[in-house]
């Protein structure tokens, strides 16, 4: 199947996706139907002003996208799959741990919230939130993007929107994923871990509309949780909760029970040893905490063992970079936590 981006993936057999060569999952009682046996009561965009907010959509295959019992998964050149495994190490040791050590290569800057570091922290069992939808400029072995995460020790989930035209081989807004799992990293489904069960909607697929300054802001929603009865992370994509798939729980050793930190916010990557300067984050603006105006993300949310949703609390800001910046302005009525970020680069 090809997108009219140009973007082409193959119907591959459930059973014989990428997951399943992941070492811990050679015996495995999966199947192309499952879904969650429980959701968390995640807060729909209905709940603040229409008038503020358009939803995104995710790029879906028409007529169902893949046959049934099979799944969409992206075709990648030899080419392609090194650009992967080159940006998937940057991001893996770009994963920020709780006491703010850079841990990231030399050109991985952020501008996120995070929760504080803490002897004991909270168990969380899900991270989400709305992500405001930009197109930032973006040059050749560069990325910016917008995401959460939830981690434990050094493995962790993450899920946003990014614009990487080395690896996407365009500069369009796509939705990603990245799994670091039992030391094994990588984007999407570029590695063994991360099993798809929608046939029409990838969880690298291109991202329709996004805010341009001064005009209503575009959002989507993303939701990471642990499902309490199969112990899998599963997926949420929309307000309409879709699983586009799950992280079983057998592949992680510190992330197999719960996260201990999350975070929110934007984060950027310029090789040093090219000219071009830092690419622009979220807006490509410093956020004036203005939706219209700035990248944001609203409906910052966790979810306890229960899988009762609710805003995420502790949290304090981290920038590395007087290029970027990020506001973290609290609880804002039926919004909710939200934090505006961004920046010029260069």
Known sequence: MQTEYGDIYDCVDFYEQPAFKHPQLKSHKFYPEMRPNLFPNITSSSSTTRNDFETSKLYVFENGGCPSGTVPIRRLSEEDR????????IKTNGVRNSTNEQLGPPGTHYAIVQTKSSPNPPNYYGVGAYLSLWNPQVKENQYSASQITIQNGPESLQVGWMVNPTMYKEGLTHMFIHTNAGGIHCYN???PGFVIVRSDMPPDIVIIGYTERGKIAKIVNFFIYRETISGNWWLLATENKIPIGFWP??????????GTYISCGGETYSPLDKPGGLPPMGSGAYPLNIPVQDAFSAHFETA???LKVINVDGTEKFMDTKKYIVNDVGIQGSYGHVLFFGGYGG
Do not use: R, V
């Open 82 to 89: 090194s650009q992967a495994a080159y940006f998937s190490k």
């Open 189 to 191: 489904t570029y590695c």
């Open 249 to 258: 729980n057998n592949i992680f050793t510190t992330l197999n029970k719960y």
């Open 304 to 306: 306890d063992d229960k």
